[in-house]
């Protein structure tokens, strides 16, 4: 299990990396902002992942490495970003694909700490969004997670939940942690393709 948790930390870091440089790029950074912004974007999630569950060192710095990659990565984007005919769609689609691999990865973590179904759920939602969140708010975009109409936080959940599902039908934690990564992308890719939304708050205009 170390080893898939940590192909699926990587993994998801190195998506995001390229994510966090595509918003440098629409907002016309030099190469050391591009850099900023993916490894900010590929380190955010796991490390408040790893402070909340006190994991010594988080997950970047005993593997350094994966801070390189982020930056080999930001410099390619650098260099390949204006072929791109749809930047913000290779955005959208990049990030559902991260989310869809950090979401497990969070998941993996505390299950391998021996963390409850509360904290295995948390860990995954953490790691899926809040590098994203951060990305979107530093490069001053509306942040994905909180946008209205698309199931982000809420894919994160569910495809948290769908991995303690796996688990209590017995399935093993391998193959519980790629059915948790395949609902995330399928409810991330509906919202994206087919509208999927939940009901949104329509109160009352306040009285004047």
């Known amino acids: 299990m170390s080893g898939l948790i940590w192909g699926l930390d990587y ?3 190195l998506v995001f990396a390229i994510t966090g440089a595509l918003v440098a790029s629409r907002r016309q950074l030099d190469l050391t902002g591009f850099i900023f912004m993916a490894t900010l974007t590929a380190v955010g ?4 992942r790893d402070l909340v569950l006190g994991r010594d060192p988080v ?3 005993a593997r350094p490495g994966l801070v ?3 930056a080999a990565a930001a410099c390619a ?25 950090a979401v497990p990865a969070g998941v993996g973590v505390a299950m391998a700490g021996g963390y409850g179904p509360v904290i295995v759920v948390i860990a995954g939602v953490i790691t899926g969004c809040f590098g994203g969140l951060v990305r979107d708010v530093v490069g001053n975009e509306v942040p994905l997670v909180l946008k209205q109409g698309e199931l982000y936080l809420t894919a994160a959940f569910g495809g948290a939940l ?3 599902a796996a688990l209590w039908l017995g399935l093993p934690r391998p193959a519980a942690l790629v059915a948790c990564g395949g609902a995330t ?12 939304a939940l009901p949104v708050y329509r109160g009352r205009p306040p009285r004047s």
């Not at 999630?45 to 408040?48: D, F």
């Not at 984007?77 to 869809?100: I, P």
């Open 11 to 13: 993994l998801s870091a």
């Open 45 to 48: 999630g796991g490390t408040l």
């Open 59 to 61: 997950f970047w710095v």
């Open 68 to 70: 390189v990659a982020a």
């Open 77 to 101: 984007v650098f260099w390949t970003a204006h072929r791109l005919e749809s930047r913000y769609n290779w955005l959208l689609w990049l990030d559902g694909l991260a989310l869809a691999v």
């Open 162 to 164: 769908v991995a303690l």
């Open 185 to 196: 992308f399928l409810l991330r890719a509906g919202s994206m393709l087919w509208g999927w």
